[in-house]
């Protein structure tokens, strides 16, 4: 090396010195998830999990009211601080200490839900109280949309990503809430949230006097195995076929995620490519906030995986695992919602109904621990002329709400659905004993009661002629002369007339699969 080289080069060591130097500064800050923020509410009475990403090696501390806790930065450069559990009613601050020092303000402890699914859950607010203007009769419906002081809403951006995000900083920030906050004085924020969402807060709000906290990850034509991470679908043979069918190759990802962050339209949805990907919301949109600590999950989805309900019935179970595996709760209750009535179809296809066959994997389901079905199509209404069909969310929210107060905060609200508890074939005559009645059956509408049907042992359904005598119902049909088989509310769009006194319909039900 000559002379003038090696002066050349000492010349620039210096500045390459210090260029390393930033860069590693920059790389030691210590970074939060997205989810930590000023206004932040966490649950009380629950460990305090905070996470982020820092130097590899670099110890990073947090300090809140009464708890403090530390932790080393691994390898990979990521860290989880637990504080413990704590119950205060003043505002707190939260210290993070690393390199840096980061100060969050107005922390709140109290009741935080995670509200999630697709379209229904997703629509807006403002779209909700315009549809409930027409067809319904209750608050949203007389224009009334004011939040109480005390609702908080963190909305996680879209995003659907091939890989975990631990952190969150990669989805459309315009289609979150930059952090978390309060309702009460963001109307605008509150009009953009989940109907869903906002309405339940304001019920529980309402009834608990306690800072309410929703957290909403939600996104349209999502099916469930986009729900579930990628190392739960690989611990079970069928759901692992199924996610290795619906991967999505690198470069096509790329270009339709890149298509989707350049639009102009900030309505427009992500393409099916991303939105069908298999763990896409799980990866970009759940793995940023998991795991927080929560009281409950509030979920709706199903309409985006009707083409195939035997799928559904294999990932739905696993579904349920994975979220109570994610957020590190075993005991996480969630109140799931059954799926609603969609358009009606011929009688042949309502035979074979794929939407009845997926509510009948819901209904199953809701024999895991701390799993509470929540039935809808009830509460469906069908435009006349255009055949679209409308849930009030409004309706369903109350409903979810009481369930939640009842089972959660032991409150006296009726949440109980009649539902059958066995059959006795009875010559060409059934006896129905439902469960759940309380005071007794009714049939709401015109009597009779309407929506049974009977079928012999070659599984032909006929239309029963039903009669109440209590928490009773004796069902036959002129058409089966040997019953076996006995549905209730089975179909696209079933027509549920059987309630009880307490006004909750009986669930939809069958006992030939």
Not at 120 to 148: D, T, V
Not at 387 to 404: C, H, P, Q, V, W
Request: hydrophobic share 40%; aromatic share 8%.
């Amino acid at each position: 090396m000559t002379i003038n080289r090696k002066r050349a080069l000492l010349s620039i060591l210096p500045a390459l010195a210090l260029l390393f130097f930033c860069q590693s500064s920059a790389q030691a800050k210590v970074t939060l998830a997205r989810i930590f923020s000023d206004g932040a509410v966490f649950q009380k009475d629950k460990p305090i999990n905070v996470w982020g990403e820092a130097l590899p090696g670099e110890v990073v501390t947090v300090d809140m009211a009464i708890g403090r806790a530390q932790t080393v930065v691994d390898k990979s450069g990521k860290f989880l601080v637990t504080l413990p559990a704590m119950s205060f009613t003043e505002p707190l601050e939260m210290t993070i200490t690393g390199q840096n020092k980061i100060v969050l303000k107005n922390i709140r402890l109290g009741q935080v839900f995670l509200v999630a699914g697709d379209g229904i859950m997703h629509a807006s607010l403002q779209e909700e109280a315009a549809l409930e203007k027409k067809y319904g009769s209750g608050e949203l419906a007389e224009g009334n949309i004011e939040m109480p002081d005390g609702i908080r809403l963190y909305r996680q951006p879209i995003a659907l990503s091939r890989n975990p995000d631990t952190i969150g900083n990669t989805g459309d920030e315009r289609t979150g809430t930059k952090g978390w906050v309060n309702i009460n004085k963001n109307q605008g924020e509150a009009l953009k949230a989940s109907a869903i969402g906002m309405i339940l807060a304001r019920e529980l709000k309402r009834n608990l006097k306690e800072p309410i906290g929703i957290i909403q990850v939600t996104l349209p034509d999502t099916p469930l195995r986009s729900w579930i991470s990628a190392q739960s679908l690989d611990s079970v043979p069928e759901a692992r076929s199924i996610a290795q069918k619906n991967m999505l190759d690198e470069d096509i990802y790329k270009r339709d995620w890149q298509e989707y962050i350049n639009r102009t339209e900030l309505e427009k949805l992500p393409s099916k490519n991303l939105s069908q990907m298999t763990s896409a919301v799980a990866n970009g949109m759940l793995a940023p906030i998991t795991p927080y600590g929560l009281k409950a999950v509030i979920f709706a989805q199903g309409e985006s995986d009707l083409a195939a309900p035997l799928q559904y019935k294999t990932l739905f179970p696993v579904f349920i695992k994975d979220l109570r595996r994610t957020f590190a709760q075993e005991q996480l209750p969630l109140y799931y919602v059954q799926l609603g009535a969609q358009p009606t179809e011929t009688a042949e296809k309502e035979n074979a109904s794929q939407s009845a066959s997926i509510r009948h994997t819901q209904f199953k389901a809701r024999i895991a621990p701390k799993s509470y079905l929540i039935v809808s199509s009830d509460i469906c209404h069908e435009d006349e002329k255009s055949g679209s069909i409308y849930m009030s969310a409004e309706d369903l929210s109350k409903r979810i709400a009481n369930t939640a107060l009842a089972t959660l905060f032991k409150q006296a609200k009726a949440y109980l659905y009649p539902i059958v508890e066995y059959i006795e074939v009875e010559g060409n005559a059934v006896k129905v004993v439902f469960k759940n009645a309380g005071r007794g059956l009714m049939a709401k509408g015109k009597p009779p009661v309407k929506g049974f049907a009977l079928a012999g042992h070659d599984h032909q359904f006929f239309e029963a002629e039903a009669k109440i005598e209590g928490n009773t119902v004796f069902l036959e049909s002129k058409y089966v002369r040997q019953p076996k088989f006995v549905r209730y509310g089975w179909g696209n769009n079933p027509k549920l007339t059987l309630f009880s006194l307490d006004g909750l319909p009986a669930m939809p039900y069958t006992n030939d699969r």
